[in-house]
């Protein structure tokens, strides 16, 4: 029977603290190994101990499908309805901060293709509208990552890196001679609004995300912390550009 040590233990988690700790079949952990996931806080679990549930598919007795608690490490053998899935079978309550991010991230996709319809139908500024799609796309990107638990590229939103989105942002009045910090106005009209509306909830999303992934444990995160921010200094810029009339037809 092979021994777990503390230090293999190290070097398979990679710094991570995990909820849940699967002891594989015909492993055992050592005294050491025990102590480091004991301070850690976390739950042991041993593979050749638990009990799975089985049923019968096509004949043949399988493996029913299970979910687990992604807080508790407890197993379900069905959904509960007020539960849902974070990643693969892993499950969380609805209100879960992740959940509610991916909620507001729906929202502000809805939102930006709702904002794309009302142009469309009264403008039809074609490169506003592009610009839209890209905006659109990142955020898709953003939840994917999230969803996925990835990191996210370096990107180029509006084919500016990140030194120009900068810039730009804080010094409208050098490229759009726009003065800085101009409040929104109902007399700028709607689209300045609704640009307006689409940076706010960026912001509000950026917000979630901080609050809602732990940047230590998931490396991942502060990728999509980043490209949010960059992603509201963009929208920053469209609404500088729009009052420049850098979208005119």
């Given at each position: 029977?092979k021994?777990?040590t503390e230090?293999?233990l190290?070097d398979?988690?990679?710094?991570k603290?995990?909820?849940?700790?699967?002891?594989?079949?015909q492993?055992i952990?050592?005294?050491?190994a025990?102590?480091?996931?004991s301070?850690?806080?976390i739950k042991?679990?041993?593979k050749?101990k638990?009990?799975v549930?089985?049923e019968?598919?096509h004949g043949?007795?399988?493996?029913r499908?299970?979910y687990?608690d992604?807080?508790?490490g407890?197993?379900?053998?069905?959904k509960?309805?007020?539960?849902t899935?974070?990643?693969?079978?892993?499950?969380?309550?609805k209100?879960h901060p992740r959940?509610v991010?991916?909620?507001k991230m729906?929202?502000?996709?809805a939102f930006?293709i709702a904002?794309?319809?009302?142009i469309y139908?009264k403008d039809?500024?074609?490169s506003l509208?592009?610009?839209?799609d890209?905006?659109?796309?990142?955020?898709?990107?953003?939840?994917?990552?999230e969803?996925l638990?990835?990191?996210m590229?370096?990107?180029e939103i509006l084919?500016l890196?990140?030194?120009?989105?900068?810039?730009?942002s804080?010094?409208?009045?050098?490229?759009?001679h726009i003065k800085?910090?101009?409040l929104?106005?109902?007399k700028?009209?709607l689209?300045?609004v609704r640009?307006?509306?689409i940076?706010?909830m960026?912001?509000?999303?950026e917000v979630?995300?901080?609050e809602?992934i732990?940047?230590k444990?998931?490396?991942w995160?502060a990728?999509?912390?980043?490209?949010l921010?960059r992603?509201?200094?963009v929208?920053?810029i469209m609404?500088c550009?729009?009052?420049?009339?850098?979208?005119?037809k």
């Amino acid at each position: 029977m092979k021994i777990i040590t503390e230090m293999f233990l190290r070097d398979e988690l990679k710094g991570k603290i995990p909820e849940v700790y699967y002891v594989p079949d015909q492993k055992i952990l050592s005294p050491a190994a025990k102590e480091y996931l004991s301070q850690n806080k976390i739950k042991v679990v041993y593979k050749d101990k638990e009990e799975v549930p089985r049923e019968e598919v096509h004949g043949k007795i399988e493996p029913r499908k299970t979910y687990e608690d992604y807080e508790t490490g407890a197993v379900y053998t069905e959904k509960p309805e007020a539960m849902t899935q974070i990643i693969d079978n892993t499950l969380v309550y609805k209100n879960h901060p992740r959940i509610v991010f991916r909620g507001k991230m729906d929202s502000l996709q809805a939102f930006i293709i709702a904002t794309q319809a009302e142009i469309y139908s009264k403008d039809s500024l074609s490169s506003l509208l592009n610009d839209l799609d890209e905006v659109l796309s990142v955020s898709r990107s953003i939840l994917r990552a999230e969803v996925l638990e990835e990191v996210m590229p370096d990107i180029e939103i509006l084919g500016l890196t990140a030194h120009e989105v900068r810039e730009r942002s804080h010094h409208p009045e050098n490229f759009f001679h726009i003065k800085p910090m101009t409040l929104p106005h109902y007399k700028m009209g709607l689209i300045y609004v609704r640009l307006n509306q689409i940076r706010t909830m960026v912001r509000e999303a950026e917000v979630l995300a901080v609050e809602a992934i732990d940047m230590k444990r998931e490396p991942w995160g502060a990728h999509i912390v980043l490209t949010l921010n960059r992603l509201s200094s963009v929208m920053h810029i469209m609404m500088c550009m729009y009052l420049a009339n850098k979208y005119s037809k």
